[in-house]
């Protein structure tokens, strides 16, 4: 793997934080230009994605040290190196989410439509960032002898390294890559408002729950009756997303 990309003395560009900032940069070209199809103007979806993007980037932050809480009462400081990774994706959708209600609120535009320009280019971001994780080197399986095996660093003793693992990062990369080619799809007018919005929330959902099979025991933990609070989390993004998208589909009104 390879976390640092370029090193000059003591400061470093590592391979997370430009896969990072390159899906976010891929998912605002994406959004920009389907804008106009739902009525918005292309400029005023910046306002949305850097707002969002700041509030999605804390609200991954807290979460994710609050199921860490242990390492990081430890260490406060280090809730401030999110640099080296630690984000929790559904605490981003929780902090986006509600600053897209808000922006949306003020602009006078419904949130669903707003949601609906977004969500693929969600999916477009979560893809890249992933590939961030696989350099990085966090977010691993478990031990496997599949061909496509790979050793990580481990994150607690950096002169060890795993067995041969899952690349997870890779699996949820492929998935979201899918999802966003499957929501671009839906994207095409005519379509009720909220329909990719709602599919985004089931399909994420659905791809999550499973891929963590492969990530407890290694950097995901059993929370209850044997799934992980992600996996929790997954299964009611499914049950609410999919009703929702039911729904939608019943209705009239289009984007």
């Known amino acids: 793997m390879h976390p640092i990309l370029w090193q000059v003395g003591g400061f470093q ?3 997370y934080g430009v896969m990072i900032a390159l899906g976010f940069a891929l ?8 804008a106009p199809r739902y009525g918005i103007d292309a400029e005023q979806i910046l306002d949305f994605v850097l707002l969002t993007a700041l509030a999605g980037a804390i609200g991954a932050r807290l979460v994710y040290i ?16 999110f640099w ?5 994706f559904h605490g981003g959708v929780i902090g986006g989410g509600l600053a897209v209600a808000f922006i949306a609120r003020r602009k006078g535009i419904p949130f669903l439509r707003v949601a609906d320009v977004l969500a693929p280019g969600v999916a477009l971001a979560y893809a890249v960032g992933r590939i961030g994780c696989f350099l990085g080197g966090c977010c691993y399986g478990v031990p496997t002898d599949l061909p496509w095996a790979c050793s990580f660093q481990d994150p607690f003793n950096p002169h060890v390294h795993t067995p041969p693992s899952h690349p997870t990062q890779l699996y949820a990369s492929a998935s979201n890559l899918l999802i966003f080619l499957l929501l671009a799809r839906m994207q095409k007018p005519p379509h009720p408002t909220g329909k990719v919005f709602w599919a985004y929330v089931t ?12 990530r407890v025991g290694a950097t995901s933990t059993v929370w ?9 989390m ?4 499914v049950l609410v997303g999919g009703w929702m998208w039911w729904r939608s589909r019943s209705r009239s009104g289009t984007s």
Do not use: K, T
């Not at 609050?66 to 190196?81: G, I, K, N």
């Not at 399909?203 to 492969?214: A, C, I, K, Q, S």
């Open 27 to 34: 998912a605002v070209w994406w959004s920009m230009r389907v």
């Open 224 to 232: 209850l009756l044997g799934l992980s609070e992600a996996q929790w």
């Open 84 to 88: 080296e990774g630690g984000l929790s």
């Open 203 to 214: 399909l994420y959902g659905l791809y999550r729950f499973v891929v963590e099979f492969w």
């Open 13 to 15: 560009i590592r391979s």
């Open 234 to 237: 997954s299964i009611g993004m």
């Open 66 to 81: 609050m199921l860490d809480w242990d390492s990081f009462a430890r260490e406060p400081l280090h809730a401030l190196y």
